[in-house]
């Protein structure tokens, strides 16, 4: 091949951003830079990467796409090699660079990474966003893997399942459906709904009460997880949620019960996303095989409670 990585990256760039006036402001270089980059990769591949639209940027072809996939994982390798490379100057530390769903950063995150992380002189990037700008982080390698819900289009087919989670409400502690040991949604359609309203998330929520034919009116929207509970936990009504606090720097207040929802309702996944494909590398492998262990013992807990 006679493209050079750096050319890799910016055609990846383009292809990200969707625009050769924004790959070069974000690479830093001219725009003619950018499109030799371009023009020496269709060269290579024997066909057009991108379609030009006026006005609205550049879009990969059938074919750019899958040269798209295989510069990703070439690139990969490379941001890989460059870690190891670290790890053997005693003046730099190990870097791990990781992207959760954002309000998995308060749950559970930081627990999770000091079972992993178990040596000193190892520094910690995590990235929390919404999942289409997870998936972006991703393929701009800005991160190794993520973590997010099975939930929407982009996930890569080998994502690596962690653990199912039902939905369940969260309630004021001092409304009626509290007193119950769970609750349907026939009850909570009644009730004002505290929306987690994030792209994916939202929509999921809400075709929940599909079920029975009829949604609750929205009192209250926040795209953070800690509004969501404070809103409840004010009297704005309750939410439903999937994911409950697992770690010991986020607990729920005095002022909360979750309940479980006696409907069978779809449960969307946690998984772990990476563009390494089989090739992974240790610390990826074994940082998978520490959370799966870590759900495991969350699941086994919940199951002995009942």
């Known amino acids: ?51 030009r639209r006026p006005s609205r940027g550049v879009v990969a072809t059938p074919a750019g796409q899958r040269f798209l996939a295989s510069a990703r994982l070439l690139l990969a390798a490379e941001a890989e090699f460059a870690r190891s490379m670290e790890r053997h100057s005693p003046k730099t530390p190990m870097i791990v660079r990781l992207g959760c769903f954002e309000p998995f950063g308060a749950l559970f995150m930081p627990e999770l990474l000091r079972r992993f ?9 995590l990235f929390e966003g919404e999942q289409p700008q997870l998936l972006r982080w991703l393929e ?26 039902p939905p369940h409400a969260l309630l004021h502690v001092e409304s009626e459906l509290a ?15 505290v929306l987690l309203d994030l792209p994916q998330t939202s929509a999921y929520l809400l075709t929940l009460f599909d079920i029975v034919g009829e949604r609750p009116k929205v009192g209250f929207r926040t795209r953070s997880y800690e509004s969501v509970r404070a809103a409840v ?8 949620l999937n994911m409950r ?24 996944q946690l998984v772990i996303v990476d563009r390494y494909g089989p090739a992974k590398p240790p610390f990826l492998r074994r940082f998978t095989s520490v959370a799966k262990m870590f759900f495991h013992e969350i699941e086994t807990e919940r199951v002995t409670r009942r």
Not at 30 to 45: P, Y
Not at 143 to 150: M, R
């Open 1 to 51: 091949m006679d493209m050079s990585l750096r050319q890799l990256r910016y055609v990846a760039t383009v292809a990200e951003l969707g625009s050769i006036a924004a790959a070069a402001r974000t690479c830093r270089i001219s725009q003619s830079s950018i499109l030799s980059a371009v023009d020496a990769a269709e060269i290579e591949m024997g066909a057009r990467l991108f379609e």
């Open 117 to 125: 992380i178990d040596q000193e002189g190892v520094e910690v990037q």
């Open 140 to 165: 701009g390698n800005t991160v190794d893997a993520v973590l997010t819900y099975d939930i929407g289009a982009g996930l890569p087919g080998d994502a690596t399942i962690l653990a199912r989670f």
């Open 179 to 193: 007193k119950h040991a769970e609750v349907s949604l026939t009850e909570l359609v009644r009730l004002p709904l």
């Open 233 to 240: 936990a004010c009297g704005f009504g309750f939410s439903i």
């Open 245 to 268: 606090p697992l770690g010991r720097g986020s607990p729920d207040s005095d002022r909360l019960t979750r309940k479980r929802i006696v409907e069978d309702l779809p449960a969307p």
